[in-house]
DNA sequence: TTAGCTTTTTGGAACGGGTACGGTTTTGGA
DNA sequence: TCCAAAACCGTACCCGTTCCAAAAAGCTAA
């Protein structure tokens, strides 16, 4: 009889939603370490350890949508066409975020992010576990020789790309130049007969 | 009457050592995290403040050392033979740096790093500035070209190295494997002109 | 030796992020 | 209608870190 659908759900949702809202309000506001845990959770009417139940970290609380991010590079990789080159899908997915971070109306978020150290730890730390679940990917992929520290290694580069494109002067052109360079670099890693090859 | 030497830089020393030697030896007995700041101080008989007046967080006290390899890969580039590829030099200081962990009797030390998850942090936060460094030293070397992008990304590809080379079964063949991608990312890096380039 | 300056150390209080815990309300479903 | 799970609440607490005023110790020179 009753509607399926959970309101909980719904509610729930709509409490993260508020909390990181009325964060990032007064983080902008104020300024990130002007602001505390308690001013926060006072402003958006919840108790301390719900805020806490939802985010596990005051950083967290700026990476709202972090998961997201932490999974498009991954995808990029599993989810591209059959035979469709590793590298080029990459280089196009960091395009994607570095647009995404350069360009909208996101400004004021990254340059909050770019005034604080520990935010800017905590995306650091953010790209490495993204490095870790590309490599994980790449070195399930059939398709890529299964080369296990050629993967890492290439993962990282990827990670590192983004965070040197971050910081140069023409974002979209630095993307460019160390994918380049990790083309090269890839390459160099397939034909590498390394210690053990079991295919290809 | 008394020598004249500067006592009180001894006595210095002495105290940060003191402190650096009783915080490793309860990290050991009883795991990093179960040894809190107070308990350290208390057993190498100082107070709290003096502690964090010769080492700048729990995690520092760890790797006490930690300033020395911070220097160590900019050198290599800074004080390497004129006419010395730049590669090659980067390669064995992180052969270097790896043999000096995985090697000797620090093998206690690196397993508590690996434990814990705040140490291992730490480290990639140590080897970022390693890596800022490295790439300002890269970039002011008239040798190199100046070509800042590149050299920036090369200088993260190389702290990639030495952590995927730290956590791979082969520490050695991997730092090569992974060197040798370098090469060739660096030699890409150098042919491209720079900025404006062709655009998929 | 004494006097005066600087550096180091001290202890305790306080701050701020984060957790443990035990209790109350809300929700979904039987 | 009743129950169990999930969400939420308040508080006290832990721990790394900093602040502060003052004591101790090293240095320099009269």
Chains 1, 2 share one sequence.
């Not at 902008?28 to 806490?52: C, P, Q, S």
Request: with cysteine; glycine share 6%; hydrophobic share 45%.
């Amino acid at each position: 009889m009753t509607v399926p659908t959970g309101r909980r759900e719904r509610k729930k949702a709509a409490t993260r939603q508020k909390i990181a809202d009325t964060a990032l309000r007064l983080f902008l506001e104020r300024g990130y370490e002007a602001v505390g845990i308690r001013d926060v959770a006072a402003e958006a009417d919840v108790a301390v350890t719900t805020l806490f139940s939802h985010f596990a970290s005051k950083e967290a609380l700026v990476f709202e949508r972090g998961d997201e991010f932490q999974q498009r590079l991954t995808r990029a990789v599993t989810d591209r066409a059959p035979g469709e080159p590793l590298v080029p899908a990459l280089r196009r997915e960091v395009h994607a975020l570095v647009r995404h971070c350069t360009g909208d109306g996101a400004a004021p978020t990254w340059h909050l992010i770019d005034e604080s150290p520990a935010l800017r730890e905590y995306e650091q730390s953010m790209m490495l576990r993204q490095a870790e679940s590309l490599a994980a990917a790449m070195t399930a992929d059939p398709d890529l020789g299964g080369n296990a520290t050629a993967c890492r290694a290439v993962a990282r580069f990827v990670t590192a790309a983004y965070s040197v494109a971050r910081e140069a002067a023409d974002p979209r052109a630095a993307v460019d130049e160390v994918f380049h360079m990790i083309e090269a670099a890839w390459e160099a890693g397939r034909r590498a007969p390394g210690e053990e090859l079991s295919r290809a």
